[in-house]
């Protein structure tokens, strides 16, 4: 069933974590959702944990900044993630490494 709502996919990231994955990773994701169903998500991975807040962070290693459209259709397997960036669709400064592995399945397992 396809996700609907930003807030969605955060929520459901710390039980899709898989730590053995991660190994050492330690990074905080900004991610800045514009339209009515994103939001302003913080992804923070340490010491083997993931946690998901709303907000925004003072100094995260990677920020991401897209509209919701974009990010459910990436989520939702509708749109693909190069294409998206290539495009401009997305934005992403800082560490690119952080935000690649976020897509790496040994990381994060399907919903």
Request: aromatic share 8%; charged share 20%.
């Amino acid at each position: 069933m396809p996700l609907e709502h930003c807030k969605q996919v955060f929520d459901a990231m710390p039980s899709r974590f898989k730590p053995e994955g991660a190994g050492n990773w330690n990074a905080t994701i900004q991610f800045l959702i514009s339209g009515d169903k994103g939001g302003d998500y913080v992804v923070k991975i340490e010491d083997g944990t993931c946690t998901t807040s709303e907000g925004v962070t003072e100094a995260p290693s990677a920020t991401l900044t897209t509209d919701a459209d974009t990010w459910l259709g990436i989520i939702n397997g509708t749109t693909n993630p190069m294409m998206a960036f290539t495009l401009g669709k997305i934005k992403i400064s800082g560490s690119m490494g952080d935000v690649m592995k976020l897509q790496n399945p040994a990381v994060f397992g399907k919903a």
